[in-house]
């Protein structure tokens, strides 16, 4: 069998952060925008983690926690901002929210 | 050979889980899946030999991150499915494929540096380790990433640790206005309050 290198890794990471680009692109609800975010997030962590053992170097780990410290914090501005919007429109639909035109 | 069942196992359950996530019409079910693709990609990380990162991975990621989205979720209605209303779905898929061609072909292109030098190489802190304390008391991976991260990177960490306060502050006063009456039920409530503060003016 073959063995695994880091371009087996770097495929698998940029497989995973096209689904993640896919859901982006194709979510209207919030909550469920949030949710692809994080697995585009993910997908780069893996990638990091990947390339960092390739070199041999730790650079690659410490950018992967930066990583998971900023999705943490984006985490709790978002869900406080989605109560907010919630509160306010009544729904989290994009359409609904929406308020400018084009 | 392990390696190569592991990995496998892991990228195409991930795949399947991440796609899920992306594709179903329930919060819950997406939320779920999200949280197990979260595991599994937990798993890479122990194969990569990043054993702090994996469990860093699994306690804030598959905790505290879920936790959160569990308990947002018990805000929004979360038992009906969601409707979405795709104006151009052919664009979209069309869009979305040819970007996630180019990302794939980025990602997997070959590395240009074949002589990049490892500016923190792994195992740095075995030595230190081994002279300060024995040969009994060294942790690998933990201790590597404790001295680099202690070291070189205790700026960013720093900044890291006032981000992640700041955005604690203001997850609490986004969140934290008008609990007192339901989110779901808004308008009911509203009117009750309504009523209740005509009442008071009356009597």
């Given amino acids: 069998m073959m063995e695994i290198g880091i371009s087996h890794y770097l495929i698998l990471s940029g497989i995973l952060f096209s689904i993640g680009f896919m859901g982006v692109l194709r979510r209207k609800n919030l909550l469920m925008l949030f949710f692809a975010t994080e697995v585009m997030l993910n997908a780069v962590n893996v990638a990091f983690a990947a390339i960092g053992n390739y070199y041999g170097d730790l650079s690659g780990q410490m950018f992967a926690f930066f990583v998971i410290a900023v999705a943490a914090s984006e985490v709790a501005v978002g869900l406080g901002l989605l109560i907010v919007l919630y509160k306010k429109y009544g729904s989290l639909d994009l359409d609904v929210i929406s308020s400018m035109k084009g | ?203």
């Fill in chain 2, 1 to 203: 050979m392990y390696e190569v069942i592991a990995f496998y196992i892991f990228a195409i359950s991930t795949t399947i889980l991440f796609l899920i996530t992306v594709m179903s019409k329930n919060v819950l079910y997406a939320m779920t899946s999200l949280a197990a693709g979260m595991v599994m990609i937990s798993g890479f990380f122990f194969l990569l030999g990043a054993d702090f990162l994996g469990v860093v991975q699994l306690i804030v990621y598959v905790g505290a991150v879920m936790a959160l989205y569990a308990f947002a979720m018990m805000f929004f209605d979360a038992t009906k499915d969601i409707k979405e209303k795709h104006q151009n779905p052919a664009l979209v898929f069309l869009l979305g494929g040819l970007m996630a061609v180019v990302f794939v072909v980025m990602f997997s292109a070959p590395i240009i540096g074949e002589n990049i030098q490892a500016l923190y190489p792994v195992g740095g802190a075995k030595d230190l380790v081994l002279a300060a304390y024995g040969p009994e008391m060294i942790a690998g991976n933990t201790h590597d990433v404790g001295l680099v991260l202690f070291t070189k990177y205790l700026v960013p960490f720093e900044v890291a640790a006032v981000m992640l306060l700041v955005a604690m502050i203001a997850g609490i006063i986004l969140a934290g206005k008008k609990m007192d009456y339901s989110l779901t039920e808004c308008e009911a409530s509203d009117k009750d309050l309504d009523d209740e503060i005509l009442k008071g003016a009356g009597q």
